[in-house]
């Protein structure tokens, strides 16, 4: 077998396209909408490379259009499950033993896949299947599932170039990078197809063997890579997706010996519940399993009197509604200072003025559907304590539509109270809550905002005042493990920005770095003695 020390391509981050009018892209992306909306899909899983197809099935619907079927996805049972563990150890010699300049082959092509003919078919599977806009569409089911495989294949190879850096004379010290001992369960959200494909793929570049289980509300875009991974040339069994329920697949997974880790994003609640049954069956394992979760968020923008109100009110506002503030990462707590609120106020009032909402197939449309009638019915109801409590005022918002699809106005809250309930509780849509403080109270504000949530995924500082913002960013340094200054708390990109946070929201092994990698692999040490001792004797022995 001819070996070589391989260069891989240098990643870029791959162009975000702007479906502006008139454009080649709108033009295919319409075309592929259409095409999708045209047909009823038979979704499988796959299990050890074979389509599996079941007697129980579920329809697949546009959040923003719940009464059109776009698909019906068969349902598995914990019998599924096990196969797919099966199919997965059978797989794993062959694939941890590949080289692994055609694991990352496997990888780069999918990547290219996705950038070219794929490109229209995944981004229309998740505007349709997740209710998102082109645009948010195009960052998340295109750009940034291409970077993830790009930049993780780049990271990989510079995980195995590692190397001790000291070999004494006559030793060769050396470290190879291992994959995990049996199989990793990658358990995926429903707000992010990016996230879906990555969580998978990450263990497999490494040499893992996968069990896959997306969020029902995200198959319909999971099959379409599952197509595209398989065309890429993954082989059968390194990844197996499976549709069955979250405790079927529990009970099976980790009670299993040879489960090795757990890949998740998701709730808190969800992930701590899973901490707490591994921890419950470690005596069952082979190998301490590796635990990476990225979790739930109450992400926060601090605006200082300082601060610029046009950049403020548009942080604000593209924080807390793009994609309906169903990122993880989304501004759902705001602190504005008493001085700048009625122009910040102003402009973010006049911006809601303009927002287009409906369905993703008319990209117009700024605002498009919560994901499912769970959330939409969990929003309405802190909507409507909210219309009650008079110590809070609704100042945009506060109406919702279920008929044709889940819609919730973009709906801002002021509240006289730092601690009412909806600065406090993760809400995961678009419903912003705000506290206006005065300004002389900056240091209380910052400890105000480090101490209302357990989570610490991400926060935003806007202001002038270089002062500050070095005070926000030391106060602050605990509540936030992506922190913004000036911008956003939202649009993390893969090679610039590793995403990840801590406290309730997670590990915070930064998807999208070598350290997420790491967690992926097991390394062992070499130590090889050219000529080595013949004689037990130490010269402190001699007379």
């Known amino acids: 077998m001819i070996k070589g020390f391989f260069n891989v391509p240098a990643p870029v981050n791959e162009p975000v396209l702007n479906y502006g009018p008139g454009s080649k892209e709108r033009a295919l992306l319409k075309q592929a909408l259409a095409d999708a909306r045209s047909q009823e899909l038979d979704v499988p899983m796959y299990i050890g490379g074979k389509a599996v197809h079941t007697d129980k099935k579920s329809a697949l619907r546009p959040p923003h259009d719940h009464q059109h079927v776009l698909g019906r996805y068969s349902q598995g049972d914990k019998t599924h499950v096990a196969d797919a563990i099966n199919a997965a150890l059978a797989a794993k010699a062959a694939w941890e033993n590949l080289s692994w300049e055609h694991r990352a082959a496997i990888f780069l092509k999918a990547a290219d896949l996705i950038a070219g003919p794929y490109r229209y078919k995944l981004n229309a599977a998740t505007m349709l299947g997740q209710s998102k806009n082109a645009y948010q569409a195009e960052i998340d ?11 993780n294949v ?44 990555n969580l ?80 419950n069956n470690i005596h069952k394992f082979k190998t301490y399993p590796r635990i990476v979760g990225e979790t739930g968020g109450k ?9 610029d109100a046009d950049v403020s009110a548009t942080a604000i506002v593209r924080g807390a509604f793009e994609y ?13 200072a008493a001085s700048i609120w ?38 309405a109801k802190y909507i409507d304590a909210a219309k009650q409590d008079a110590g809070v005022e609704i100042i945009a918002g506060g109406n919702y539509d279920k008929s044709t699809g889940y819609f919730i106005e973009p709906t801002v809250i002021v509240t006289q109270d730092p601690s009412y309930v909806t ?116 010269p402190f022995l001699e007379e």
């Not at 060769?172 to 994959?179: F, G, K, M």
């Not at 197996?240 to 489960?259: K, M, Q």
């Not at 008319?362 to 969990?378: R, T, W």
């Open 141 to 151: 089911s295109a750009c940034e599932i291409i970077d993830f495989l790009r930049f």
């Open 154 to 197: 780049k990271y990989m190879s510079e995980i195995y170039a590692q190397q001790p850096p000291v070999s004494p004379r006559g030793v060769w010290n050396r470290v190879e990078q291992r994959p995990l001992e049996g199989f990793v369960f990658a358990l995926t959200p429903f707000n992010f197809t990016a996230i879906a494909g």
């Open 200 to 279: 998978p793929t990450s263990a497999a570049m490494m040499g893992n063997v996968v069990v896959w289980k997306p969020a029902n509300t995200q198959i319909y875009a999971a099959n379409v890579l599952m197509e595209i991974f398989i065309e890429a040339g993954v082989p059968a069994g390194v990844i197996n997706l499976v549709y069955v329920s979250g405790p079927d697949a529990g009970e099976v997974i980790f009670n299993h010996p040879d489960f090795a880790g757990i890949h998740f994003t998701g709730s808190t609640g969800v992930f701590q519940d899973i901490w707490k049954t591994i921890g």
């Open 299 to 307: 992400d926060f923008i601090l605006v200082h009197g300082s601060a």
């Open 324 to 336: 309906q503030g169903q990122k993880c990462s989304a501004a759902s707590r705001v602190y504005v």
């Open 342 to 379: 009625p122009a910040v106020k102003e402009k973010m009032l006049a911006d809601l003025a303009t927002f287009k909402m409906g369905p993703t197939e008319d990209l117009g449309n700024f605002i498009n559907a919560v994901i499912d009638e769970k959330s939409f019915d969990k929003l």
């Open 423 to 538: 600065m406090c509780e993760e809400l995961f849509g678009p419903v912003l809550s705000i506290y206006v403080y005065d300004d002389a109270d900056f240091d209380g504000i910052l400890k105000t905002i480090d101490e209302t949530s357990i989570y610490a995924l991400t926060g935003a500082v806007i202001a002038q005042d270089r002062y500050a913002i070095e005070q926000a960013c030391h106060a602050l340094r605990n509540a936030a493990g992506n922190f913004y200054i000036n911008d956003k708390c939202t649009g993390a990109v893969v090679g610039q920005q590793p995403f990840g946070g801590a406290r309730g929201s997670g590990t915070n092994d930064k998807a999208g770095s070598m350290i997420n990698l790491l967690r992926w692999s097991s390394p062992r040490a070499i130590k090889e003695t050219f000529d080595p001792p013949k004689d037990y004797r130490y």
